[in-house]
């Protein structure tokens, strides 16, 4: 099975150029074609010769992780900003948010403060429905530091290709406040109405 790369319509956004838009797309493309390269290269060596090339295809699937973490984290990314920022209406997800955070804006600094630490990576904010609560985490390569099988509710690209081009190596913590102008949180609202609980 191959994957196909989405397509997402994003309107204009405050803060985030069209040009950085551009070229982030270009990126989630790559992890696309990359996981499908190495998911049909790994199959081809194990049909080949799988003891001779256990070696390579160990690599590879090493890899494989990598490429579907990228593509995947920016799938949940983009669609964020599809239909343009929407704010929180009165759902369960936000009543959800108030009980274990008193404010969401306080959700909201907790998830700023962990896309503003330092070096790149994710800033994730996932559901447990087991234990009924939000934990945030960090993912510093995209597929590592993950919380296990917890769905994901929100993810906030903080690699430099995701701001350089607007505001430099200096300006994460202003593209960090230009994702939350154009956040669409309905789209959020979406995934923990889908969740089971």
């Known amino acids: 099975m191959t994957y196909e790369e989405k397509k997402f319509i994003i309107p204009e956004l405050d803060g985030i150029s069209a040009k950085s838009v551009e070229e982030h797309l270009g990126l989630y493309a790559g992890y696309v074609k990359n996981f499908n390269a190495v998911t049909a290269l790994a199959g081809k060596l194990m049909k080949d010769d799988a003891a001779g090339n256990a070696l390579a295809v160990a690599e590879l699937m090493r890899r494989r992780s990598f490429e579907f973490g990228g593509m995947r984290l920016h799938e949940y990314y983009f669609a964020q900003f599809e239909d343009g920022a929407k704010p929180l209406t009165d759902t369960s997800f ?6 274990q ?3 969401v804006e306080n959700l909201i600094q907790e998830v700023r403060q962990v896309a503003l630490m330092r070096g790149p990576g994710w800033s994730i904010l996932y559901y447990d429905p087991q234990a009924k609560q939000f934990l945030v985490g960090f993912s510093e390569e995209q597929h590592q530091g993950h919380f296990v ?3 994901i509710i929100l993810a ?5 290709h995701a701001f350089l081009l607007d505001y430099g ?5 202003k593209y960090v406040e230009a994702f939350f102008k154009n956040l669409n949180w309905g789209v ?10």
């Open 149 to 151: 099988a917890l769905p």
């Open 156 to 160: 906030l690209d903080v690699w430099e």
């Open 169 to 173: 190596a200096q300006g994460k913590a």
């Open 94 to 99: 936000e009543s959800a948010i108030k009980a």
């Open 188 to 197: 959020l609202e979406a995934r923990f109405a889908s969740m089971p609980r």
């Open 101 to 103: 955070y008193g404010e």
